[in-house]
Structure formats: structure tokens, C-alpha cells
């Protein structure tokens, strides 16, 4: 289906030349080839420049004409000046879609006409050529479509990333390609990044129908400066948002940050109200925090979303469930004192200084089966809470091995190091059972520790399928998100209905 | 000064006495001296055991009269009902310091009266013992008195911390103790710590008042659940909060938060607006979430102050600049427009496409000692903005030595690993000029990087002083509340003056 959409080949092309790359490690171009070549494509790659022989292993061609084939896709890193005519000769070759990183056109001060913008939209209508820029960072595609599992195609991204169901559009390099530098910190798998620039060719709305069809895509992220096609994004937003939810980003309404903004994308930010009102109308989820973008996304990526806002908290320490309790009703979510029959089951398997209310604290000397499993699996049977937030100070087998380390504890300890494989095991077999139920009663759950998020035992509880999360705020503020997308969803379909 | 208050021995004894404690990982009196070992605690420990010979390697006395000496310090972690058995044997050693752990007080649902705090409060009167607790994890003092300078007294907090002027008194054990499991991630110092638990004997007013005149305690984080001694707490913060901020979690004022209160230390909160009143007469900082609490203690106890509320951008990508400049006005801060000739000024050492207006725009090539150190010199000199936050997508270095661990391109490419020496210095020189400039113009400067925090090159700038931040978001916000705390100081000053 998406396979006819125009942007399916820039995502899936078979061969890409390059305009600007060396063997050097400043140069972008070069970047964006060392970016292919990490992530495995083994496409294509044609690297076009008047002196060099070969760029990063690859032969380099004088021009696009001396390349032996006409390639599926063109990336320009070259100064702005000259891109027309680097447009034409593409244009003769047939070339059919490019990708134009160079800044410089209209963003610059002194050609608020956008003359040059213009000139090379001109150029790119006369052949046919569609193309993403000026001013952007490149793709990403985790998903590529023409090699081998393995595979991604990759301009954009330093990094190798998890493969997820999360795709991006961006009118900001840094939201589509550099917050993803740290993927030992992120559990959100991507499945795509489009980087849009100027958009003086192809746009945010653009990429918004193709995610609408890409099977890969469940939950889709946009950065948005401006909105250039405002009615046709509205229609194609309400058709998406209630089985695709959509997380936005919109930058405006302060004076300083359109300032930002006209420097940046040359674009003018429209009335914060106006865009206010069509996330509320659309049901996009928005937000200015960059981590909570990345925050609501795994956990709308999971593919559980929870049936109302009625929070259950579990902890063995009191102070986090106070504190996450009060957040959760501040942000709007209900956290209901548990019936008496709930109450009594619970008490039955806790210590005697635990509580069962909700929050429900098991106190520190909690028994880890119960705390991982019997009492969320007790709460999501209830049916009296939508979603769980887990908070609980585990992993002491890391502490204690730290311990050890100490010549004096190890010599008079009676513990030891326990084996990674009885570790492992013990990991899957307290995380599995949960994030099955999960799934089954459509309950989320997001766990929260504050050992570091790298630990042996938080990475078994990530690789298990827990969504962790360092400290206690960023859940409840995501998850209060989450349950008014639900809400909307619900009565755009109860509306459907009648 | 310090010295001759009562808490001054509870954070510097000589010896202290264990009751509870064996060599079992699982013991949390064990994990007591564990601590105090891994932080190398030189004082004399008496594990005090019915049966054990030994525990950790120390010597153990059946009873606390078998103790050669009146111990410093007694901490106990043993069942709540025989704690009023160990008092009185510790009253008649002449023990003068309990530190109580164990909790079933008065959290538990059947004791609301209380008797047995009651009762142990009675004691301790009797043999004019004071105690910290019951219900809280210990204390951690990183600049102990008795020993030599790397040394800690430490039973609270499993792992080795920065030396620094952040103290922190809580209610909750998690905020005194847990929130500091991961320092790889926390560059804040900590200088002590004290979990008050239930406060049935000393309480947080006793803490503020020690930390009020403690030389090595420059900023005060409270974790607050209840105060019992308002008026008191009032009087002190006034005193004190001009001179030393303080940040506080009050944690009130929902439903399911006061519940959650009730089962953890059995108080009762009061109004949320009681509280907010007193925040705002008394300048205290106040926020509802963890992460944020630590944020801006890192900005204040660095003891650098911005001077009034107006912030310059510097970044070389804009839509974090935007975004920076968008949620900064709205967090009340001014993101002002410069004036002509520092835009001019700034116009000379930037890129064609860069923008220089407030946000400052370098773009992505521009020059590192420029970045680094000139454009916030400039600033700071102007006298036209009062703090700075620059975001750099910069650690070209470590992109550059991940791309070398590929074939192709470590064969092809034009450039080399560069050996940890250069770098060192390379760090040293861009840093170090701009924290010394920071000093001198009195203009606080908050980093902020994508990279993973603990790469080599984030590293760098850390530890050769710099605030770095992984995301954009949370420098804005705790920013925000540095400048409100600044305008309370200037007015409270400015009426004394008066």
C-alpha cells in the first residue's frame, strides 16, 4: 500500500549518489555515508566529486552523468548557490527524488524573497523530481524494505537503533536525528525519521500520510515550526490519530521563539491558540518537553492502552507513592482507594507494615514474586485500575556484588555472587508473566527504580519487556497524557457510532 | 559552631553499635556496616549478637554492657516491640545517640495511639538519650570529622558520592538515601544526608537548624510530608533560606497522596495552600518532582547566582533553541532580543547562516573556542542577559572513534582516533575559561548535550566543571526556579535594608 506512495522510495531506494562527501570526518556528506555503511546498507553508493577518486572505499564519479545507472536517490550536501545547477543535472540524468541538506536558502536574511527556493522549485517541477530540504538532516528507516532483515537505510543517524513501531517527522534535525545519540538510554524502538527542513518541496503533512499507511508505523512523532497545508493536515490527522496516535511538538508562541524560528526554519509560527485548538480537535497529544515526546511514545508503542485513568501504585517505599499519587491526581488521574474485598486479598500476602489502599506499599522486606507479579496481576484482574505506575528499590544482587568487591565484606559475607544465567532467569521469569497480563487485561504498567538504568538487573527487566524509567515523575506526567488520548479516542468512536 | 549542636555527634561519632546486624546480604543492619566499611569509616563497630561471634569481621558482644566503651552511637534494627528493652539497656550503658531504623510504630494501623513511640520517647527522657526515627534508613555525613579527608560516616547510602554542599533532611528514606544509587549520572555533591523517619524524638526543624550554621552544607533539600513544629520551621527558614536556599517536596494536598501519608509515617498533612504560604513568605523553592529538586540544587550549589531573570540561548540547532526560548517565557524568565551592536558583534565570528538575535544560532560548523568560550564571554559581559543555557550537538571526537570501528571506513577515511592526552586538553582549555568567566560576571551557564552522558567527551566537560544536562527540558524549568528564588533574595535584602 504505501509501496505507491512517492516517499516509499526515498525510505527504500536501491542506489543513492552523493554530492559533497570526502574522506573527511567533518564533512556531512561523508557522515551520512558512514551512517550506511554502520547500519549494513548495501545498496548502491555513488559518491560524485570533481577530484577524489574514491570516498570511504567507494569510487567517486565526476559527475552525475558518468554514473552508470540512474540512481534511485540523490543526497546534496553542497553550499546553496550552486544547488540549481546540480537540480538541472540531476533533472537530465532522470534522477527522480532527492534529499537537499545544505542550509542557506530561504532561512538566510538576505533572501527573504526565497529567489533561490524558487529557482529550484521551479527546476525540480520541470523534471518531475520530487525532493525533501533545504536545511534538513536526512532519513531513517529502520525497516528497509530491499535487503536483509539486519538492514536499515540510514543518512541520518549516528547510532543503531532498536526497531520499533515509532516514526518521526521533523521540522528539526535535532528531534529527527540527535536525540537518538544515546540508544543505551533509550527503549523506544524507531521504526522511521523523516527530517524535513524547509520544506520547500515535500512536507510534514506529506510524511503524515505515508506513516498513515506504513505498516510499520503504530505511533507517530511530529516536530512542527509551522503548518503549511493547516486544512489538509487537520483531515488527514483526524482520520489517523484514533487508531495511530500522534505526539506533537509545537514550537511557537513565545516572541523569543519566533524569533528562533524565523532564523531557524524562515518560517512564520502561526497563533498558539490555533494550534491548541487542533491538537484538542484531532486528539494529538502534545507537549513541549522532549523527553516526555520520547516518554508518551513507549509507552503508546507497547500497543497497551490503558481503558480509563484509574491509577493502582505499588511501591516498597512510601515517599515515592505519596509523591506519585499526588502528581497522578494533579495531572488529572484518579487514584481510587481500593475496594474492602481488593484491600483484604492484599493484606493476606503483605508484611504487616504494608499498606493496601492504593498506594499500595509493600515495604522494604517485600517478597519479589508478590511484588513483580501476583499484585499487579491482583490489581489488573480488578478491573478497578486502568494502568499501574510500580516503583521499588530491587536489584540487590548488583548491590550486593558491589559489596564484595570490598575485601573485608567478601571475606565474612554469608552471600556470593549469584551466576548471570540463575540472574537471567530469575528476571524472565518475574517479568514475563506481567507483561503477558498486561497485555491480556490491557493494563499498562511502567516500572520505576533508581538503580542506574544500565544495572544488570534494570537491563534484564528492560530486555524483558518492562517499560523502566529512572525516577518516579516522568511516568505519572506521560501516563496522564496517555489517558487523555484514551479519553478522546473513546468519544471520537462513541461518536463514530451514533 | 556546628560542633556544640546535639546532631553534630549523630554525623561524627567515634564507635558506634550495631543491634540487628549478621552477615546476611538481606540484613539491613548489615548493609549498615557494609556502608560504613565501602566508605572507610575508621571509628570502632560493635555488632551487638545473641549467638554470632563475628559479624563483617568485627567482634560481637552478646549484650551493650559487654561493650568495652559507651558507644558514640547506637543503631538499631531489630522488631518495634523489643525496642523499648534495648533503650533501656542502652539508658543504663549511658548511651546518649539512637538511630532507630525499624519501623511498626506508629505507621501501623493498629497502634494509632501510639503507645509504643510513647513509651520509647519516655525512655529516651528518662536517660536523656535523643533518637532519629523509628521508620528511616541512617545517616550520611561525606566530610566526617575524626578521620582523614576520604572518608565518609555513612550507614544510609550504598554507594561512594561526590564530596559537595548540598544536606538534605527527609521524611523519606527513598529521598535521603535511594535517590543517590546511581552516581555515574549525578554530577550534585552531597555533603549529608539524615532520613528523620517519624520524628518521634528530632525532627527536620532540628535538621535546619544544624544545617543553618554547618560550614560544609551551602544549600538544603527537605523532603516534607508534615511539619510538627511550624512555627518554629517559619522562623528558621526565614533566617535562613537569604543566606543558604532551601528546596523542599512538600508532598500534600491530593487525596490518594494523604493516604498514602497516613500508612507511611502516620502523619497528616495539612492544607496544600498552608504550605504554599509558607514557601512563598519564606522564599523556600518548592517543587513536586525529584528530578527537578536535584537539578536546581546542582545550578545553586555551584554558588554561582544569576542577577536578574533574563536568559541568552546559545545553541548550533534551532529547534532546541526554540524550544528553550518557548518554555523559558513561559516559566517567567525573559528571553530578550539584544541590542544592535551585540548582535553586530556577535555577526562577526558566526557562519553566514547562523542567527544572533537572542536565541544565538552558531549553525553546525561553527568554531569550538568560539562557541565555548567567546560567544558566552560576550554575554556575560553585555550586562543584557543574566544566566545561559547553550545546547551543542559537539563529542565529534567520539562519533568519530565509533565510526572508526568499521572496516571500510577506518581504511578509508582521512581522520584518526586522537589520543585521551589532546583530548583532555582540548576539554580543559574550552571549559575551564568559561567556568572562571561564569564566576566572574556572576552569570550561572547550564549546558546541555544529546550525547550520552557518560561519554568521553560529556565526561570532560563534567568534570572540568561544567552543568551539563542530557535534554533541554530540565535545565529550563529548574532555571526558572533559580530566578525566582533570586527575585525573593533581592527583595527580602532590599526590605532589611529599609
Given at each position: 500500500m ?5 516517499l ?9 549518489a552523493f ?9 556531512l ?7 550506511l555503511?554502520?547500519s549494513?546498507y548495501d ?12 570516498v570511504?572505499?567507494?569510487?567517486a564519479?565526476?559527475?552525475?552523468a ?15 548557490k ?6 538541472k543535472e ?18 538566510l ?12 522549485c521551479?527546476i ?16 531513517f ?12 537505510f ?7 537503533l ?7 517527522a ?7 536525528s ?5 540508544p543505551?538510554?533509550?527503549?523506544l524502538g524507531?521504526s522511521?525519521s ?11 503533512v ?7 499507511d ?12 509551522e ?8 483531515e ?10 500522534i505526539?506533537a511538538i509545537?514550537?511557537g508562541?513565545?516572541?523569543?521563539g519566533?524569533r528562533?524560528?524565523?532564523s ?9 491558540r ?13 507537549t513541549e ?8 511514545a513507549?509507552?503508546l ?5 490503558p481503558?480509563?485513568n484509574?491509577v ?6 512510601g515517599?515515592p507513592g505519596?509523591?506519585i499519587a499526588?502528581n ?7 487514584v ?6 481488593l484491600?483484604?486479598e492484599?493484606?493476606e ?9 492504593n ?16 499484585i499487579?496481576?491482583?490489581?489488573m484482574k480488578?478491573?478497578e485500575?486502568?494502568?499501574?505506575i ?9 548491590v550486593m556484588?558491589?559489596y564484595l568487591?570490598?575485601?573485608?565484606i567478601?571475606?565474612?559475607a ?5 551466576p548471570?544465567?540463575i ?22 504498567i511502567?516500572?520505576v527504580?533508581?538503580?542506574p538504568?544500565?544495572s544488570?538487573?534494570s537491563k534484564r527487566?528492560r530486555?524483558n519487556?518492562?517499560n ?5 515523575d516522568?511516568?505519572?506526567?506521560a ?5 487523555k488520548?484514551?479519553?478522546f ?5 462513541e461518536?463514530r457510532?451514533?
Amino acid at each position: 500500500m504505501t509501496e505507491k506512495h512517492f516517499l516509499y522510495h526515498f525510505l527504500n531506494p536501491k542506489s543513492v549518489a552523493f554530492y559533497g562527501a570526502n574522506n573527511k570526518g567533518g564533512s556531512l556528506a561523508a557522515i551520512q555515508i558512514m551512517n550506511l555503511i554502520k547500519s549494513g546498507y548495501d545498496g548502491h553508493i555513488y559518491p560524485i566529486h570533481l577530484e577524489l577518486e574514491s570516498v570511504m572505499g567507494y569510487k567517486a564519479y565526476k559527475t552525475i552523468a558518468d554514473i552508470p545507472e540512474v540512481p534511485d536517490l540523490v543526497v546534496i550536501v553542497l553550499p546553496a548557490k550552486i544547488v540549481p545547477q546540480i537540480f538541472k543535472e540531476c533533472g537530465e540524468k532522470g534522477v527522480k527524488r532527492i534529499i537537499l541538506i545544505s542550509g542557506g536558502f530561504r532561512e538566510l536574511l538576505d533572501d527573504r524573497k526565497n529567489t533561490l527556493t524558487e529557482e529550484i522549485c521551479q527546476i525540480a517541477d520541470k523534471y518531475r523530481m520530487r525532493f525533501i530540504g533545504p536545511n534538513c538532516l536526512g532519513v531513517f528507516n529502520n525497516w528497509y524494505r530491499n535487503g536483509n532483515e539486519n538492514q536499515a537505510f540510514n543518512t541520518a543517524i549516528w547510532e543503531i537503533l532498536k526497531k520499533g513501531n515509532f516514526s518521526i517527522a521533523s521540522q528539526s534535525g535535532t528531534l529527527s536525528s540527535h536525540i537518538w545519540f544515546d540508544p543505551k538510554n533509550i527503549d523506544l524502538g524507531l521504526s522511521k525519521s523523516l527530517s524535513v527542513g524547509n520544506e520547500a518541496n515535500i512536507d510534514i503533512v506529506d510524511c503524515l500520510e505515508y506513516y498513515k499507511d506504513d505498516p510499520d508505523t503504530h505511533v507517530i512523532g511530529l516536530y512542527i515550526e509551522e503548518l503549511k497545508r493547516g486544512r489538509k493536515f487537520l483531515e488527514l490527522a483526524k482520520k489517523t490519530s484514533p487508531n495511530k496516535p500522534i505526539i506533537a511538538i509545537y514550537v511557537g508562541g513565545s516572541k523569543a521563539g519566533n524569533r528562533a524560528l524565523q532564523s531557524h526554519t524562515g518560517s512564520l509560527s502561526g497563533d498558539t491558540r490555533i494550534y491548541d485548538a487542533l491538537f484538542r480537535e484531532t486528539g494529538i497529544i502534545s507537549t513541549e518537553y522532549v523527553q516526555e515526546f520520547l516518554d508518551i511514545a513507549l509507552i503508546l508503542s507497547r500497543g497497551i492502552l490503558p481503558k480509563g485513568n484509574r491509577v493502582g501504585i505499588i511501591t516498597n517505599s512510601g515517599g515515592p507513592g505519596a509523591m506519585i499519587a499526588n502528581n497522578a491526581e494533579k495531572k488529572g488521574m484518579i487514584v481510587p482507594e481500593l475496594s474492602n474485598s481488593l484491600q483484604m486479598e492484599l493484606k493476606e500476602m503483605l508484611p504487616a507494615n504494608a499498606s493496601y489502599r492504593n498506594p499500595i506499599d509493600c515495604a522494604f522486606d517485600m517478597n519479589l514474586p508478590y511484588f513483580y507479579i501476583t499484585i499487579p496481576e491482583i490489581l489488573m484482574k480488578s478491573g478497578e485500575i486502568d494502568a499501574i505506575i510500580q516503583y521499588g528499590v530491587v536489584g540487590f544482587q548488583d548491590v550486593m556484588d558491589d559489596y564484595l568487591k570490598y575485601d573485608q565484606i567478601a571475606k565474612n559475607a554469608e552471600f556470593g555472587h549469584q551466576p548471570d544465567e540463575i540472574m537471567d532467569s530469575l528476571a524472565k521469569k518475574l517479568v514475563q508473566p506481567t507483561v503477558e497480563n498486561s497485555k491480556k487485561y490491557s493494563v499498562p504498567i511502567l516500572h520505576v527504580s533508581p538503580m542506574p538504568f544500565n544495572s544488570p538487573w534494570s537491563k534484564r527487566l528492560r530486555e524483558n519487556g518492562f517499560n523502566l524509567f529512572k525516577l518516579w515523575d516522568r511516568p505519572v506526567n506521560a501516563l496522564a497524557k496517555v489517558c487523555k488520548y484514551v479519553r478522546f479516542k473513546g468519544k471520537l468512536l462513541e461518536g463514530r457510532k451514533n
